[in-house]
T-cell receptor
Framework: TQLLEQSPQFLSIQEGENLTVYCNSS?????LQWYRQEPGEGPVLLVT?????EVKKLKRLTFQFGDARKDSSLHITAAQPGDTGLYLC?????????FGKGTKLTVNP | GAVVSQHPSRVICKSGTSVKIECRSL??????MFWYRQFPKQSLMLMAT?????????EQGVEKDKFLINHASLTLSTLTVTSAHPEDSSFYIC???????????FGSGTQLSVL
């Protein structure tokens, strides 16, 4: 069974601070995706990383896929209150996505 | 991006009634759709994989007679919670696979409250 360990589970920071969310597994994934979900809404895809070592940037968000395609990180620079939400990583397995448990991020003004 | 529409967004029902939730891919055909359940502040728990024209594949521990899934067309999958009870109260989300890559687009979810 493929598992994704996501950490931290909860994160509360002040506006302007930087943060990193980690997603780790002992399994290799063909790709890994990051989603952001707001209360009462479905998750929204932020990025898909496919190649080992790949780095993608989305404004203040930087996503990295590990060289061995077993782990990934999401780094947010100068966090803003609008970044508040549940961040989910998901690894593409044989047939379905495997989701991490999520990181509940709160950015306080 | 691709759009997945889910209805209703919120439903309140009495214990013992059945509730149907619809998931539609609006601008693409989805041979595979997924149904998830999510508890407050937790991640998504995959309930079943819905394949167009065939029976759904349920995850371990999910009662197939309780959660009926029908994927009658390439753009519509439905989840029916039969004889709902308060413990079935949850946020249910569908997603549809888009294209050949493992790219999922999610519906906006259905908050089910069983009284």
């Amino acid at each position: 069974t493929q598992l994704l360990e996501q950490s931290p589970q909860f994160l509360s920071i002040q506006e302007g601070e930087n943060l990193t969310v980690y997603c780790n597994s002992s399994s290799v994934f063909s790709s890994l995706q990051w989603y952001r979900q707001e209360p009462g809404e479905g998750p929204v895809l932020l990025v898909t990383v496919v190649t080992g070592g790949e780095v993608k940037k989305l404004k203040r968000l930087t996503f990295q896929f590990g060289d061995a395609r077993k782990d990934s990180s999401l780094h947010i620079t100068a966090a803003q209150p609008g970044d508040t939400g549940l961040y989910l990583c998901a690894g593409a397995g044989s047939e379905k996505l495997v989701f991490g448990k999520g990181t509940k991020l709160t950015v306080n003004p | 991006g691709a759009v997945v529409s889910q209805h209703p967004s919120r439903v309140i029902c009495k214990s013992g009634t059945s509730v149907k939730i619809e998931c539609r891919s609006l601008d693409f055909q989805a041979t595979t759709m997924f149904w998830y359940r999510q508890f407050p502040k937790q991640s998504l728990m995959l309930m079943a994989t819905s394949n167009e024209g065939s029976k759904a594949t349920y995850e371990q521990g999910v009662e197939k007679d309780k959660f009926l899934i029908n994927h009658a067309s390439l753009t519509l999958s439905t989840l029916t919670v039969t004889s709902a009870h308060p413990e079935d109260s949850s946020f249910y989300i569908c997603s549809a696979r888009y294209g050949q890559r493992e790219k999922l687009f999610f519906g906006s979810g259905t908050q089910l409250s069983v009284l």
